[in-house]
């Protein structure tokens, strides 16, 4: 994200004046400066919660003139995954699947929790977009058909 204002006064010449620069109305950053000021910072999306996001910039030179401007980006960093069906099983069983994780300059990508009939089982991080995973990589084993109930 990139910012910069100009500052002048009305016979044209230079004025001091300042930026202020908000993210989702919390102040993330400015600068001021003599004739122009400037302020940069890299934004992770990864990182960042899903939905809208508005970015505000105001600038105010020393003579009391302001003027602002808003810009909204959405972030969707809801990851695709699928779950291969083993069918029919008796006894102990493996079941597995893919899924692909949107970058994140974090120090994962994503993560999958396993969940069967609503218990929870485990969960597994990756650290790559793209993982197949199975119930064996996620709990270190295989998932007993005779606890669960029929259906």
Known sequence: ????????????SAASGSLA???????????????????STSLDGGIMS??????????????????SSTATITIDNTPEV????PGQVEGA????????????STSYEGRIYVYV???????KTYYTTSV???????????????ILSQG
């Open 50 to 67: 899903q939905g809208g996001h508005t970015f505000k910039v105001s600038a105010c030179a020393s003579g009391g003139g302001c003027a």
């Open 82 to 85: 699928t779950i291969n069906s």
């Open 1 to 12: 994200m990139r910012a910069s204002a100009a500052f002048t006064k009305d016979d044209g």
């Open 132 to 146: 197949s995973w199975s119930y064996f990589d996620i709990t270190g084993r295989k998932l007993d058909a005779g």
């Open 93 to 104: 069983f493996d079941f597995s699947g893919s899924a692909t994780f949107k970058e994140s």
């Open 21 to 39: 620069v908000y993210h989702d109305g919390g102040y993330i950053g400015g600068d001021s400066g003599y004739g122009s000021a400037s302020w």
């Open 117 to 123: 009939d609503g218990s929870y089982h485990g969960y």
